[in-house]
């Protein structure tokens, strides 16, 4: 492991006064084993507690970055990808959940070419409760359809990536805790090589503030642009099949059995409403893409 790449490691932080000063001192220790440049980039995403104050006396040079009010998780994350200074960016959470100690491990496959290394949480399903373990399997068969990979740890929050791929999909990356989702999901459309590493996964420290019913819709809703903007015949394919199934085979069966009026509003109120949200999706990654652009020139 002589010629290790040189890694920025950020870690968002909201109310994590419980949990922050623990994570700090397991990371800079097994960091500083290491014979590589890294570097640990907090970002305290407006947190009311001592969260901040605890960070910046720690010290061992960690920085400190603040925003003034909370943003959510994806975009604390993505402050901190946007001020690292290397190439390789890594995260993990504040509350202790994460074995950081398996960073090593994660390193190790990043020198093999993989342009992201995922820690696999190989006794997550044994802390999950009944109902959210259906979801999770439910959750991870349908991304897998969707990118036609295997996808077997999407939310994992340790994981190591390049910035620059990320920096590629930011505008499609989720503010919020399913940031890393999206950002599975844009690696693989891209082609990137991916690999898991097998850890452990501990409970939090402090309760957990993730919205999972507004989140997951704002995931699709960025999952959708995605695909849009990346494979649009994909896209496009979906969308026409889903036109079939839900307008014009209801409408041929109301035909069928002589309801012609009904049929034919149906087909025209149905065809409309599609119309015009396959011009909303369109039009939104076009603001996205022009954005991105401009991030880029600048």
């Known amino acids: 492991m002589s010629d290790l790449p040189r890694i920025s490691f950020v870690i968002p932080a909201y109310n994590e006064a419980g949990g922050i000063l ?8 097994t960091l500083s084993a290491l014979p590589n440049q890294t570097e640990v980039i907090v970002v305290n995403d407006g947190s009311r507690d001592e969260t901040a ?3 910046s006396a720690f010290g061992q040079g960690v920085k400190l970055i603040s925003h003034p009010i909370n943003i959510g998780y994806g975009n604390a994350l993505k402050t901190g990808i946007r001020a690292a200074q290397y190439e390789y960016v ?11 100690e398996d960073i090593p491990k994660l390193i190790e496959k990043i020198t093999l070419g993989f342009d992201m290394v995922v ?4 006794n997550v399903k044994k802390l999950d409760s009944f109902s959210k373990r259906i979801f999770r399997g439910l959750f991870q068969y349908g991304l897998r359809k969707l990118v036609h990979k295997k996808i077997e740890d999407p939310n994992s929050g340790l994981r190591i990536f390049r910035r620059s791929t990320a920096l590629e999909v930011f505008p499609f990356l989720c503010g919020t805790f ?3 989702t999206s950002l599975t999901i844009f690696f693989f459309m891209l082609d990137k090589f991916v690999c898991y590493v097998d850890t452990e996964y501990a409970l939090r420290h402090g309760s957990s503030k993730v919205k999972i019913i507004s989140d997951s819709f704002r995931t699709i809703q960025l999952i959708v642009q ?3 903007y990346f494979n649009p015949i994909k896209f496009f394919l979906f969308f026409s099949i889903l036109i079939v199934l839900v307008v014009c085979i209801p409408a041929m069966t109301m035909a069928l059995f002589l309801m012609y009026t009904l049929s034919l509003y149906y087909m025209i109120f149905g065809s409309a409403i599609a119309v015009l949200i396959g011009l909303g999706i369109v039009a939104d990654t076009i603001r996205l893409s ?9």
Not at 90 to 100: F, W
Not at 119 to 122: L, M, N
Request: aromatic share 4%.
């Open 53 to 55: 104050a605890l960070v």
């Open 90 to 100: 890594g995260i993990t959470d504040a509350d202790g959940t994460y074995e950081v």
């Open 22 to 29: 623990e994570t700090l001192q397991r990371i800079t220790k």
């Open 119 to 122: 820690g696999r949480r190989a």
């Open 178 to 180: 399913s940031f890393t």
């Open 226 to 228: 995605g695909i849009t």
């Open 290 to 298: 022009l954005n991105n652009l401009k991030q880029t020139e600048l």
